[in-house]
């Protein structure tokens, strides 16, 4: 069965750097997301990826936050100055037309320290 | 702004019983809704949808349910067994938007017991 993959499964990091989160999407899915999990609370929506290009953002994903799609298979959300309030689960999905399909990866744990 | 609900944040359910977890919405342009189980340190699995064409989808031992007029969705597991104590979220999304965006409920932690 198709999955979203996502590497690394968890990352610990100092806060101020940078990160790099990795996916790759459903080879045939036109949609991309990310959403992210802080512990304890609800699966949140992050950002939205059509056509090359941002389609909807949440408030909490600011100019410290940017995604990309370099090579037409991964799918990468880097937050450049990470903030303590950063640490989270950090969930990547992607959907077919319409959004059938919607399937999330199994997730990064970003741990900010 | 809570636009998805779950308000029973657990349920403990004897095996082979039913299990109902419930989930309210307030955003009338939602039109597609699904659930999620969810097991710690995993991402959420899909398990069902719905269209707001439809009041009824089943698929195996899980049947959604979708009430419209009271903006309001029920997952029914029968019979529920021990592998399926997790978190189950209901998610809901507006599919005339441009980009799917899932607005998802707090979850309810299910413990089916043997």
């Known amino acids: 069965e198709p999955e979203v993959t996502q590497t690394p499964s968890h990352q610990v990091t100092q806060m101020g750097q940078e990160v790099i989160l990795r996916c790759v999407p459903i080879s045939n899915h036109l949609y991309f997301y990310w959403y992210r999990q802080i512990l304890g609370q609800k699966v949140e929506f992050l950002v939205s990826f059509y056509n090359n290009e941002i389609s909807e953002k949440s408030e909490i994903f600011d100019d410290q936050f940017s995604v990309e799609r370099p090579d037409g298979s991964n799918f990468t959300l880097k937050i450049r100055s990470t903030k303590l309030e950063d640490s989270a689960m950090y969930f990547c999905?992607?959907?077919?037309?319409?959004?059938?399909?919607?399937?999330f990866g199994s997730g990064t744990r970003l741990t900010v320290v | 702004d809570q636009q998805v609900k779950q308000n029973s944040p657990s349920l403990s359910v004897q095996e082979g019983r039913i299990s109902i977890l419930n989930c309210d919405y307030t955003?009338?342009?939602?039109?597609?809704f699904l659930w999620y189980k969810k097991y710690p340190a995993e991402g959420p699995t899909f398990l069902i949808s719905i269209s707001s064409i439809k009041d009824k989808n089943e698929d195996g031992r899980f049947t959604v349910f979708l009430n419209k007029s009271a903006k309001h969705l029920s997952l029914h597991i029968v019979p529920s067994q021990p592998g399926d104590s997790a978190v189950y979220f209901c998610?809901?999304?507006?599919?005339?938007?441009?980009?799917?965006?899932?607005?998802f409920g707090k979850g309810t932690l299910l413990t089916v017991n043997p």
């Open positions: 955003n009338s342009m939602f039109d597609y």
């Open positions: 999905a992607s959907s077919s037309d319409r959004g059938h399909g919607y399937t």
């Open positions: 998610a809901a999304c507006d599919s005339g938007g441009s980009n799917y965006k899932l607005t």
